[in-house]
């Protein structure tokens, strides 16, 4: 009985791990999951993962996860002081950072990028570095 060649699975393991590298320095968590999940199935059966090696990718898989879970908490505290903020600068007169748009503080908008300072004139200050509260 003749057993296929193993490089032709891992040339397609390989190809997909060199395009998660190609995407950018980190992979998101769905990605590990897929490259992990390709992995394992791709093993050869003759010669499996030494039992080492698979506890290190559990251990790493557990990590990943973490880190996932951190970073949202750390979103949502971040959202939590942001609004907080806002909620203190309405009807506060506020300054961009580069001196050109100035007025009272009317409203305010959560966006991505941080707080926007609706003024009274209608104008839009994101609330950034520099921009002057009193």
Not at 34 to 43: G, H, V
Not at 51 to 64: E, G, K, M, P, R
Not at 125 to 131: C, E, K
């Amino acid at each position: 009985m003749s057993v296929p060649p193993v490089s032709t699975t891992n040339s397609s393991t390989t190809g997909t791990s060199s395009t998660a590298q190609a995407a950018g320095p980190s992979i998101d968590y769905q990605s590990f999951l897929k490259l992990l999940m390709a992995e394992m199935k791709n093993q050869d059966p003759t010669n499996p993962m030494d039992s080492t090696q698979y506890v290190a990718q559990l251990a790493t898989f557990s990590q990943v996860e973490q880190s996932v879970q951190t970073n949202s908490k750390l979103d949502q505290l971040l959202q939590t002081s942001a609004l907080a903020q806002a909620g203190n600068i309405i009807g506060h007169s506020v300054t961009s950072a580069d001196g050109n748009t100035s007025g009272t503080v009317s409203s305010v908008r959560l966006t991505s990028d941080g707080l926007v300072a609706i003024l009274d004139t209608g104008q839009e200050v994101t609330m950034q570095s520099g921009v002057v509260i009193q």
